[in-house]
């Protein structure tokens, strides 16, 4: 395998190259051959100009790229055109693919990823190059099922730093293949029994400070989003007010060059990946990058002296892969923070690969068994053989690739502040975590406490029943297992089951003598009893700690057809926890001892529930039940 690079200024010198990239194809003996564009400020009109010279003149050479960004800065863009031609001498190696997609159909395209995929044996990489803000690129990696890696970056749009930060993006990015796409996946797959590939994910910044919570911003359909994750607020606070607060930094032209240092960080699956926001809008973050809920973020931090280090230490591991051919991707985070020593980083790996090629990505890609994907700030190598050679083909994906600090002499300031930043934040996260377990210790307390209360509370009101003595709790535990059943989250059931046992609290204020009374009540005697439902709210109403616990007093004699009390509540106006509580009463009412009857047989009690749907009952609440009588052919439940 060979690697030769070309580098033009202008679309007009690109096309009058292409005959020295004719000398080299007439030079070199090869079996397969297929180029890396990047093309840097060019819009798509004249780059369509460019691709069709390509197919007349040099129809044998397969390519993939993307538009690009910068060359040293955020400010000082410049155009120019990147051809990287990479020639395989010993069979078929190249095999490109576009798969064209709008935002919502990632999955979909990953279907066809993997059909193309399934067809190739012996495949080793996927250099690959999506374009279009608005696809989720995350969505589409985990859909795949190919175990080799995935590496490159996303197509930058043309714009100037001040428009994209006022949401005014000229046009999308694109990505380079057969055709120019402005929204989808742009690859070459990389395969051959004799070929061999090693990937480096290199990050160089490490977290700092305490983590965070976050809150998203729910996609809308149909509106266009930039990036991945739309973050509303961190912390409880609008997003973009952290900048603020730690590092004194308002959103406009100058915020990225002013966040460089500390870009966000989230952990996901062992690896670190940083975060730079695109854009902002009302208080709310634009990521390019994937953030679930429950993720923590954090900031982080570095130098340029262990930033340097890692890039390093990287190309010292591709040295030891004796790559033939090298390619690179760079964020334009790393630019601005190393400023007039980026150079360094790629100068590293071309001691050994001179005619390397690299680009500067809207964010980068490196991604393989679920780990990686959409990273900032970052530096992704790649080098690719055909021969054996002397070193092993690996992917680190969430390796340290921390620099050692010098172990003599003077260790410079800026190393000694960053082992100090990551000695306070061990600590700080150490402390955090210490005062979490200890909140939720005391939480677990309080909770036992109120059962505690709840449940001696509970007894006192069924021991005015000489014949239910127990009946809130068999409530409690009837209501919480139909919520179980119905599929509530197991606090729902805990909720469920807690005014459950308080759900008769408001007999308190019934007398023993009608409670008690062996024979048919009174109207009079009637309305003293329909009183407690109303009774029980008002105690519980008071417990501010548990303001739930009055849904189950008031309501659990309401019926879904209007004709219960104290309200005259129906269908979904009575609470569901009220309407489990219902049919739980119910049925230990017709399966306990009263004082005007004794326990009904199991099969009446069936009769009387299922004949209840959709009247007395909940018809999917009163089903539930109607399976746990059905379920208990002892008829042993209602000594629960």
Request: overall charge negative; glycine content about 8%; aromatic content about 10%.
């Amino acid at each position: 395998m060979k690697q030769f690079e070309f580098e033009f200024d202008s679309i007009e010198q690109a096309c009058d190259g292409v005959s020295g990239i004719q000398r080299i194809l007439g030079r070199h003996p090869f079996k397969d051959a297929m180029a890396f564009v990047f093309v840097g400020r060019f819009p798509e009109k004249e780059v369509e100009r460019l691709i069709s010279m390509y197919d007349a003149c040099l129809p044998e050479v397969k390519r993939v790229g993307i538009s690009e960004g910068y060359a040293t800065d955020f400010r000082s863009a410049v155009s120019r055109i990147k051809f990287n031609l990479v020639l395989a001498e010993c069979g078929k190696v190249f095999y490109p693919v576009q798969i064209p997609c709008n935002p919502g159909y990632e999955e979909a395209a990953a279907a066809e990823m993997n059909r193309f995929l399934d067809a190739i044996p012996f495949v080793k990489g996927v250099a690959f190059y999506p374009s279009g803000l608005g696809i989720n690129i995350t969505r589409f990696l985990h859909a795949t099922h190919s175990s080799a890696p995935f590496f490159g970056a996303l197509a930058i749009p043309r714009y100037e730093s001040e428009q994209l930060l006022s949401d005014g993006i000229l046009e999308d990015g694109y990505g380079i293949g057969k055709e120019i796409i402005s929204s989808g996946f742009t690859a070459m797959v990389i395969a051959g029994e004799h070929v061999n590939l090693s990937l480096d994910y290199i990050l160089g910044w490490e977290p700092i400070g305490r983590e965070m919570e976050v809150q998203l911003e729910p996609a809308v359909p149909g509106v266009k989003q930039i990036g991945e994750t739309q973050i509303r607020l961190i912390d409880g606070a609008p997003a973009l007010e952290i900048y603020r607060k730690y590092l004194g930094v308002e959103w406009d032209e100058d915020f990225i060059i002013n966040v460089c240092e500390f870009p966000l960080m989230v952990q996901q699956n062992g690896v670190d990946i940083c975060l730079v926001p695109m854009n902002s809008r009302d208080g709310r973050l634009s990521l390019i990058g994937n953030v679930e809920e429950t993720d923590k973020l954090r900031f982080s931090y570095s130098t340029r002296e262990a930033i340097l280090s890692a890039s390093l230490e990287g190309s010292k591991r591709m040295a030891a892969f004796e790559p033939e051919a090298v390619v690179m991707s760079l964020c334009g985070n790393r630019i601005n923070f190393l400023r007039q020593e980026a150079h360094l980083e790629w100068d590293y790996y071309r001691r050994n690969n001179p005619d390397l090629v690299y680009c500067h990505g809207q964010c980068e890609i490196a991604y393989k068994d679920g780990k990686g994907g959409v990273l900032n700030s970052a530096l992704v190598a790649v080098g690719i053989r055909e021969c054996d050679g002397h070193g092993s083909a690996e992917s680190y994906i969430g390796r340290n690739d921390f620099g050692e600090t010098p172990k003599q002499g003077p260790i410079p300031l800026e190393y000694r502040i960053s082992h100090f930043f990551h000695v306070m934040t061990d600590e700080l996260v150490h402390l955090q975590h210490h005062l979490e377990d200890e909140v939720e210790k005391k939480t677990r307390e309080n909770e036992g406490l109120s059962f505690h209360v709840v449940q001696t509370l509970a007894e006192a009101i069924d021991a005015k029943d000489t014949y239910t003595n127990g009946h809130s709790s068999r409530v409690a535990a009837y209501s919480r297992e139909i919520a179980k059943r119905f599929g509530l989250s197991e606090r729902k059931q805990n909720e469920i089951y807690m005014m459950g046992l308080l759900h008769d609290v408001g007999k308190i204020g019934v007398p023993d003598a009608v409670i008690n009374k062996p024979g048919r009540l009174t109207e009079e005697e009637f309305a003293m009893i329909k009183t407690h439902p109303a009774t029980g709210a008002r105690i519980l109403e008071k417990i501010r700690e548990m303001p739930g616990l009055a849904v189950g007093a008031r309501w659990h004699h309401e019926r879904i057809d209007g004709r219960g009390y104290p309200d005259g509540l129906k269908g979904d106006e009575i609470p569901l926890e009220a309407r489990i509580i219902a049919v739980a009463d119910a049925y230990d009412a017709m399966t306990s001892n009263r004082s005007y009857r004794d326990v009904m047989p199991q099969e009446k009690v069936r009769g009387q529930i299922e004949n209840g749907l959709g009247t007395q009952f909940d018809p999917a609440f009163g089903k539930v039940m109607l399976q746990m009588i059905d379920e208990d052919t002892q008829y042993r439940m209602r000594e629960v």
